[in-house]
């Protein structure tokens, strides 16, 4: 259990990564941008590697409650799909693209958790919804959900690969917005069609 002294110094230490990205930042930093000495860093943290295990915890453990709060809500599964939307753009808005790239290089255990981690929320949560807009009749019923489930998580994971998407060609969110709209078109019934326009010129005013 987090004391709210290391909570407070782990969600400060994330959002510094997030915004720097992982390899630039180093422990001066941190304290810095924490306003504490090394020290008292040094007496919850043994090192950066460790810094970075337990702001991978803490987040993993708020996406999980994020998703689990969304889907509580009980919503059609198109208005879910945007309320997903606008909660991984206010992630996504914060986020330095290099993150994930500093990650898989320079700390790859903790990449791996992390993917695991969302890869299996995020499935869950993409399988549930297509299974509940097939009986709404907003998604088509002639695709595998478990497959498409799949594809999607791999569309965002590749948001982040340099190689596809060189970083500060593209804006995070732009390619969100992107995939997110390519999913719903792709899965969606002539009415689910309909119920995405409406929410997104009820959007755009």
Same mark, same amino acid.
């Given at each position: 259990?987090?004391?709210?002294?290391?909570?407070?110094? +782990?969600?400060?230490?994330?959002?510094?990564?997030?915004?720097?990205?992982?390899?630039?930042?180093?422990?001066?930093?941190?304290?810095? &941008?924490?306003?504490?000495?090394?020290?008292?860093?040094?007496? &919850? =943290?043994?090192?950066? $590697?460790?810094? /970075?295990?337990?702001? /991978?915890?803490? @987040?993993?453990?708020? $996406?999980?409650?994020?998703?689990?709060?969304?889907?509580?809500?009980?919503?059609?599964? !198109?208005?879910?799909?945007?309320? !997903?939307?606008?909660?991984?753009?206010? /992630?996504?808005?914060?986020?330095?693209?290099?993150?994930?790239?500093?990650?898989?290089?320079? &700390?790859?255990?903790?990449?791996?958790?992390?993917?695991?981690?969302? &890869?299996?929320?995020?499935?869950?949560?993409?399988?549930?919804?297509?299974?509940?807009?097939?009986? $709404?009749?907003?998604?088509? *019923?002639?695709?595998?959900?478990?497959?498409?489930?799949?594809?999607?998580?791999?569309?965002?994971? !590749?948001?982040?690969?340099?190689?596809? =998407?060189? =970083?500060?060609?593209?804006?995070?969110?732009?390619?969100? *917005? $992107?995939?997110?709209?390519? @999913? +719903?078109?792709? +899965?969606?019934?002539?009415?689910? /069609?309909?119920?995405?326009? @409406?929410?997104?010129?009820?959007?755009?005013?």
């Amino acid at each position: 259990m987090l004391s709210e002294k290391e909570n407070q110094l +782990i969600q400060g230490a994330m959002a510094l990564f997030m915004r720097l990205g992982v390899k630039s930042v180093n422990m001066d930093d941190v304290a810095r &941008h924490l306003g504490v000495s090394k020290k008292t860093l040094y007496l &919850h =943290f043994k090192d950066k $590697e460790d810094l /970075i295990r337990r702001v /991978i915890d803490l @987040h993993c453990a708020g $996406e999980d409650r994020s998703f689990a709060a969304i889907q509580a809500k009980n919503l059609p599964a !198109i208005d879910e799909m945007f309320e !997903i939307m606008h909660w991984v753009l206010s /992630i996504l808005s914060k986020v330095n693209p290099s993150v994930q790239f500093d990650l898989d290089k320079y &700390h790859p255990e903790e990449s791996r958790k992390l993917k695991e981690s969302r &890869h299996k929320v995020v499935y869950g949560c993409m399988l549930s919804n297509m299974k509940k807009g097939q009986k $709404e009749g907003m998604y088509r *019923k002639d695709f595998h959900a478990d497959v498409i489930a799949k594809v999607y998580i791999s569309r965002m994971d !590749i948001l982040f690969d340099p190689v596809v =998407f060189p =970083f500060g060609e593209y804006q995070l969110t732009d390619l969100y *917005k $992107e995939v997110f709209q390519y @999913h +719903i078109r792709g +899965i969606a019934s002539a009415k689910g /069609i309909e119920q995405l326009e @409406h929410m997104l010129k009820q959007k755009r005013k």
